[in-house]
């Protein structure tokens, strides 16, 4: 038994819809750590992400921030390299290291490449252009993100072991959709997707079952 489970249970800051939450929430349901969800709605009141209450828990202003072990994380990679150094079974990197390297390549690209350049606060200052804006940003993104994926794939991103790329794809799928990408430019990456949504921790984290979710989302 981990000698940390004792402590309270880890808090995860986050908001249904917010694609970095929902790779934290992927994480500790893949590691089987029970957490509590404080949502923090970033449309409501102005963005509740904005008040001084939470600028105290992250000053980028964003979620998600997990509260574990005593300490406070943002920044959803720093989080979940965090919880597989602390708790690292079932893994979350390959042990081979040219693999990992594959691992990082896929959530660099996804983490700095498309995901910022597409989120709500870029998109609220872009205006009426918005859903242009992001399908050209990930199409760009999920161009380099294709043949990438084609070499390294077997079952999952990298080989048959589910990882921090899976991790960081299924949401950015998820995004894709919602700006109504045209996926079948993109078989590879479409195919993990359907093979990972399938699996409970990418299922039971979705973000149409969540504590926050608005009545209207819920599947």
């Known amino acids: 038994m981990h000698a940390m489970a004792t402590q309270a249970k880890p808090v995860l800051y986050g908001y249904f819809r917010s694609s970095c939450s929902w790779r934290v929430r992927i994480a500790f349901a893949l590691k089987g750590i029970e957490y509590e969800q404080k949502p923090v709605n970033l449309i409501k009141d102005g963005g509740q992400q904005l008040t001084d209450q939470f600028k105290a828990i992250n000053p980028m202003q964003q979620v998600p921030a ?57 998109l609220q200052k872009i205006g009426t252009e918005k859903v242009q804006w992001a399908q050209h940003f990930i199409n760009r993104g999920f161009e380099a993100l294709e ?13 048959d072991e589910i990882s921090m790329a899976d991790i960081c794809l299924v949401p950015q ?42 009545d209207d989302l819920q599947a």
């Open 66 to 122: 997990v509260t574990i072990d005593g300490i406070t994380l943002s920044q959803s990679l720093a989080i979940i390299q965090y919880i597989e150094e602390t708790r690292p079974e079932p893994r979350l990197l390959p042990a081979d290291p040219k693999q990992r390297g594959q691992v990082r390549i896929v959530c660099d690209i996804i983490a700095s490449g498309i995901q910022p350049l597409q989120n709500l606060y870029v």
């Open 173 to 214: 799928v998820y995004n894709a959709e919602r700006f109504k990408v045209d996926m079948s430019q993109f078989p590879t990456i479409r195919r993990l997707n359907q093979t990972l949504i399938e699996i409970d921790a990418f299922k039971a984290t979705h973000p149409s079952c969540q504590p926050d979710t608005p």
């Open 147 to 159: 043949p990438i994926l084609k070499q390294t794939a077997g079952k999952y991103c990298v080989g």
